[in-house]
T-cell receptor
Framework: ETGVTQTPRHLVMGMTNKKSLKCEQH?????MYWYKQSAKKPLELMFV???????ENNSVPSRFSPECPNSSHLFLHLHTLQPEDSALYLC???????????????FGNGTRLTVT | AQSVAQPEDQVNVAEGNPLTVKCTYS??????LFWYVQYPNRGLQFLLK??????LVKGSYGFEAEFNKSQTSFHLKKPSALVSDSALYFC???????????????FGQGTTLQVKP
C-alpha cells in the first residue's frame, strides 16, 4: 500500500474514446502530480496541483485534461488520444508545494494506457 | 538550467558484491538530491535524499548515497547486492535558490540494476 491509489491499472482505448484516470491519496498531502512514463525516456511532468490549484501545465496537449476537485483526488480526462500517448501514467503527491521544501514524492502504481 | 545524468543504462552485479549506480547533476543554486526505485509494474518508491549536512546519506533497504559537491555527483551504493534489488533506479534533483529558481524536480533517465545469483 503506497498511500496513493490509481485506477484503473490497465486501460485500452480507441482514438475516438473518452476515458478518465483516477488518483486518490490518503496521506494528507498538499500537492498532486501527473507524470507520463514512456520507454527509454525520462519521466515527463504533465500537471501539478498545489492546494487544488493548477500551478503547472507542462505544454501538455489539450486532449489531456486534468481535474482536481479536492486535495485528495486527481483525475486525468482523456479524449481523442493518439497511439503515441500509450504509456504508463503515474500520479504522485507530496507534503510540500512542488517548488518548495524537501519532501519526497509518493507515487501510485500507475495506469498502463494503450491507445489503439 | 538544472539537469541530472545517469550515465549507465544498465548495471550488472553478482549477488553479494557491492553495487554503485552513478548520478551527476548540474544546478545553479544548491541541490536537493533524491533516489527512487521502481519495481516492475509499480510506481516509483522513495529511497533516500540529501538536503544538507552529512555527505553520506542512508536510506531504505540498506542503500546509501554520497553527496560530492566538487564532482557534482550523488552515486547510490550498497555494500552487498541482493537479487531482489534488481529494479530501475532514478536519480532526481531540485535546484534551490538558483538562477532558474523554479525548484522543479528533474529526473534522470533511469538505470536498470540487474543482480545475478
Amino acid at each position: 500500500e503506497t498511500g496513493v491509489t490509481q485506477t484503473p491499472r490497465h486501460l485500452v482505448m480507441g482514438m475516438t474514446n473518452k476515458k478518465s484516470l483516477k488518483c486518490e491519496q490518503h496521506l494528507g498531502h498538499n500537492a498532486m502530480y501527473w507524470y507520463k512514463q514512456s520507454a527509454k525516456k525520462p519521466l515527463e511532468l504533465m500537471f501539478v496541483y498545489n492546494f487544488k490549484e493548477q500551478t503547472e501545465n507542462n505544454s501538455v496537449p489539450s486532449r489531456f485534461s486534468p481535474e482536481c476537485p479536492n486535495s485528495s483526488h486527481l483525475f486525468l480526462h482523456l479524449h481523442t488520444l493518439q497511439p503515441e500517448d500509450s504509456a504508463l501514467y503515474l500520479c504522485a503527491s507530496s507534503q510540500d508545494r512542488e517548488d518548495r521544501g524537501n519532501s519526497p514524492l509518493h507515487f501510485g502504481n500507475g495506469t498502463r494506457l494503450t491507445v489503439t | 538550467a538544472q539537469s541530472v545524468a545517469q550515465p549507465e543504462d544498465q548495471v550488472n552485479v553478482a549477488e553479494g558484491n557491492p553495487l554503485t549506480v552513478k548520478c551527476t547533476y548540474s544546478v545553479s543554486g544548491n541541490p536537493y538530491l533524491f533516489w527512487y526505485v521502481q519495481y516492475p509494474n509499480r510506481g516509483l518508491q522513495f529511497l533516500l535524499k540529501y538536503i544538507t549536512g552529512d555527505n553520506l546519506v542512508k536510506g531504505s533497504y540498506g542503500f546509501e548515497a554520497e553527496f560530492n559537491k566538487s564532482q557534482t555527483s550523488f552515486h547510490l551504493k550498497k555494500p552487498s547486492a541482493l537479487v531482489s534489488d534488481s529494479a530501475l533506479y532514478f536519480c532526481a534533483v531540485r535546484d534551490i535558490g538558483g538562477s532558474s529558481n523554479t525548484g522543479k524536480l528533474i529526473f534522470g533517465q533511469g538505470t536498470t540494476l540487474q543482480v545475478k545469483p
